[in-house]
């Protein structure tokens, strides 16, 4: 069960999740629960993912084949995440923690932006300037 709200400026719990938890956690009486909470964050656009996907990607691999490099999309991608993306941590399966570039897809707006404008200011002091898609940001 995901239960999104917002807290009250008394730092209560509003009264429909209040209700909901009441008459929710009698039924796991015995079981042993894992509770999760954490501030929400707006995920990445769309408009986001579509100028990266669309625009960004495309330009450095045209920039690199031009320069000779045959190599695809998928790998500019995996390069550009392994310079620009932040490391995070991840459990393997055999439960060591490494640390990884944080994949687009569970980055938020803020970190989003940071990838894309870091990806740009790179290609720009190149002389090979992505092209600007305006209210991508947002």
């Known amino acids: 069960m995901k239960l999104s709200f917002i807290v009250t400026p008394e730092g209560l719990l509003p009264e429909g999740i209040r209700d909901t938890l009441k008459r929710v956690i009698p039924t796991f009486a015995g079981k042993r629960m ?53 490391l995070v941590d991840v459990v393997n399966i ?19 932006n940071k990838f894309i404008t870091a990806i740009s200011a790179e290609m720009a002091s190149r002389c090979y300037p992505v092209p600007i898609k305006e209210g991508i940001y947002a």
């Open 94 to 112: 055999h439960g060591e923690v490494t640390k990884q570039p944080q994949r687009t897809h569970l980055m938020d707006v803020e970190t989003m």
């Open 34 to 86: 894992w509770l999760e909470l954490r501030e929400f964050k707006e995920k990445r656009s769309l408009d986001q993912n579509s100028y990266y996907r669309g625009v960004v990607l495309p330009h450095v691999r045209m920039v690199m084949f031009e320069a000779g490099d045959a190599n695809t999309v998928d790998y500019w991608h995996e390069v550009l995440l392994s310079s620009f993306a932040p």
